[in-house]
């Protein structure tokens, strides 16, 4: 009968951590754009005036949390719940649309830009994004 109940504890701590780790795996939710902003064309030409724009916008609103070259280490990350994320990796799958739709709506710990930042502020900073493409 003690045996039993050490198999039984076992098999319950098991089953506890089994979905503990399914949970830390699943939990994180992607982030998906809708599909209409996949297909969105970016409208502003990413040149060095773009890039400059963009630039200074990252500095001055994004980099207190995802870190100047977009690393996701600001001094704010750490304050945290959620990892910004490392977007010399992280963005290479997403369009510019995903890109634009997500700085203007935001989620969770990520600021919502709609109504901060015009829509072609948007575009610069989507243009600078993609420098820190590896
Ligand atoms: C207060 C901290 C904070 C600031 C400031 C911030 N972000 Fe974020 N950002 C986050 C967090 C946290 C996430 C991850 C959100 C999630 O997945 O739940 C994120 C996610 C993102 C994503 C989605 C990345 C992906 O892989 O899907 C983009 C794009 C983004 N941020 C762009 C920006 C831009 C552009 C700015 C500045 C205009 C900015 N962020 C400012 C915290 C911040």
Known sequence: MKSMNLKTLVACSMLVLF?????????????????????????????ATSLASGKELWNKNCAS???????????KARTLETNPGNFSKDLTAQADGD???????????????????????????VNFMRTFKK
């Open 99 to 125: 890109l634009f739709y997500k700085t203007k709506t935001g989620k969770g710990e990520m600021p919502k830009y709609e109504g901060k930042l015009s829509d072609d502020e948007v575009w610069h900073l």
């Open 19 to 47: 979905g503990l780790a399914l949970m830390s795996y699943v939990a994180p939710q992607k982030w998906v754009a809708p599909a209409k902003y996949k297909t969105m064309k970016n409208p502003v030409k990413s040149d």
């Open 65 to 75: 949390c995802h870190g100047k070259a977009g690393l996701g280490d600001g001094p």
